[in-house]
């Protein structure tokens, strides 16, 4: 009898062990076109975000998490392969006829869980190349369903003509890799965000016994806007705080899957934005709360995104960090967490997990980071603990105080010119309002010191260099 108890005890303690080290499913929700301030947690008004809330409640914050670049394509490859995008040759938003895409000698996310046979499946704007070759069952994962583009790109877009010169190809639904409704009308986009909420539930049902990566990328909140009709009116704050609505309602969907599977407990997810917002569209775009300018610039509204992380006893809940953070971290944070490889090649992303686990005060690993738009330009640097930052020479969209426009028409940027490097104090001046470069000097020589070394490796257009770093895109 003694024997049996000490076999079951021991049977217990093994399996608790087991329990304790199972590697994590994970679940990254990635918004288009979010800005810093359009969920509650970050200071939304006028709408509330109970689902999205509740990832702060029950996880940690992190208020000074970035992008790689402040547009489209660019940062979903960084954060698909850990790597600043420019160097894998990815520039700004891909065109539909782009002929260039994610290269295949790249890894990507889902080919890193894959070496610990995770389950796989992306839903929603994929944009790292519309061929075949370069969508995402040919980049690890098992399951897509989706767009392969920007909404703006859709040909129906209020501002984009319909035919001839500047004209955009219909915009195809694609599930696996074929086309299942070659040309996606209104109508279709009012269930869009329906759609990808009932795919990404159905994944979690029957993938609940094994460990699985879930990539929900939804296609809102990019201009033009469209909201199914169970939300639609109902924020009182306009088309633009409706369909925040129904992604906080799909957030929570996905939360209740996660709960009724059992497998809520083990699940890490990751709620962040693509960029901020595009400002230009006024009354349909997102606010960047205190940051200056939006999407489109490496001003802190361009890049700093909200971010929310929920692990349950993993992630101590209803915490905040103001540490810098930004995408090319993710990919080298969970192949540590599922003890996965990296890639031979260099990437620059770093495992920042004691970070977002929240164990103590640790600094960022990363010296600094870098802000790269454009074609290949170089156009701002920041210490890796996200206290300074300089805006380097170049020109740069702005609304220069102007409004932005009204029921999906966009308001007209300008530009603006950055004629020599101007400095930021980020820990005292959040909205980049005074520059401090005069004051500062030595930092304003590190700073460019980092900058020289960046355009060694990366090139930077502005200056003429190429770097001895980069690799090709996919053709």
Same mark, same amino acid.
């Given at each position: ?160 003509? $319909? *035919? !001839? #010169? =500047?004209? +955009? ?8 890799? &074929? /086309? ?53 009116? $109902? *924020? !009182? #704050? =306009?088309? +633009? ?8 309602? &799909? /957030? ?109 005060d640790v600094p960022n690993p ?8 454009e074609n290949n330009q170089l ?79 990366l090139g930077d257009s502005i ?13």
């Amino acid at each position: 009898m003694k024997l049996l108890t000490t076999l079951a005890l021991a049977i217990a303690f093994a399996s608790s062990c087991f329990a304790e080290s199972k590697t994590p499913n994970v679940v990254i929700i990635f918004m288009d076109d979010m800005g810093y301030a359009d969920v509650g947690s970050f200071g939304a008004q006028g709408y509330k975000t109970p689902n999205i809330d509740r990832l702060a409640a029950e996880g940690r914050k992190f208020t000074n998490f970035h992008v790689a670049q402040p547009v489209c394509s660019a940062s979903r490859c960084a954060l698909m392969t850990g790597c600043y995008p420019n160097r894998l040759g990815i520039h700004g938003a891909l065109a539909p006829n782009a002929k260039h895409g994610i290269s295949d000698k790249e890894m990507t996310l889902a080919e890193v869980v894959k070496q610990k046979d995770y389950a796989t499946c992306a839903i929603g704007k994929w944009h790292l190349g519309s061929l075949k070759q370069f969508l995402p069952k040919q980049h690890g994962f098992d399951e897509y369903y989706g767009l392969p583009y920007s909404n703006d790109m859709w040909p129906y877009h209020p501002e984009r003509p $319909k *035919s !001839g #010169k =500047g004209g +955009f190809p219909k915009l195809p639904l694609i599930e696996g890799d &074929s /086309v299942i409704n070659p040309d996606v009308t209104a109508e279709d986009q009012t269930h869009l965000t329906t759609d990808y909420t009932t795919h990404a539930v159905k994944f979690i049902e029957k993938s609940k016994d094994k460990p699985f990566f879930l990539y929900l990328a939804h296609s809102m909140v990019h201009v033009p806007l469209f909201v199914s009709d169970k939300f639609k009116g $109902k *924020s !009182g #704050k =306009g088309l +633009f705080g409706d369909v925040m609505m129904e992604v906080d309602w &799909s /957030v929570g969907q996905v939360l209740e899957s996660l709960k009724e599977n059992g497998v809520e407990k083990n699940t890490l997810i990751i709620f962040t934005s693509d960029n901020g917002p595009w400002l230009s569209y006024g009354d349909h775009a997102g606010s960047a709360g205190p940051l200056r300018e939006g999407k489109g610039s490496n001003w802190e509204g361009g890049t700093r995104v909200s971010c929310l992380m929920r692990w349950p006893d993993h992630i101590p809940a209803g915490t905040t960090s103001d540490t810098m953070l930004m995408t090319i971290d993710i990919l080298p944070t969970l192949a540590h967490l599922v003890g996965a490889k990296l890639p031979d090649h260099k990437i620059d992303g770093l495992n920042v997990w004691p970070i977002i686990s929240g164990n103590g005060d640790v600094p960022n690993p990363h010296e600094y980071y870098s802000f790269y738009f454009e074609n290949n330009q170089l156009q701002a640097i920041t210490s890796g603990d996200g206290k300074w930052k300089l805006q380097l020479p170049h020109t740069y969209r702005t609304l220069a105080g102007q409004p932005g426009g009204k029921g999906g028409i966009p308001a007209k940027y300008k530009q603006a010119k950055i004629e020599k490097p101007e400095l930021y104090d980020l820990y005292t001046d959040i909205s980049e309002s005074q520059n401090v470069a005069e004051k500062n000097p030595e930092m304003v020589q590190k700073l460019q010191a980092f900058a020289e070394k960046t355009r060694v490796d990366l090139g930077d257009s502005i200056t003429k260099r190429e770097g001895s770093g980069v690799r090709e895109a996919g053709k």
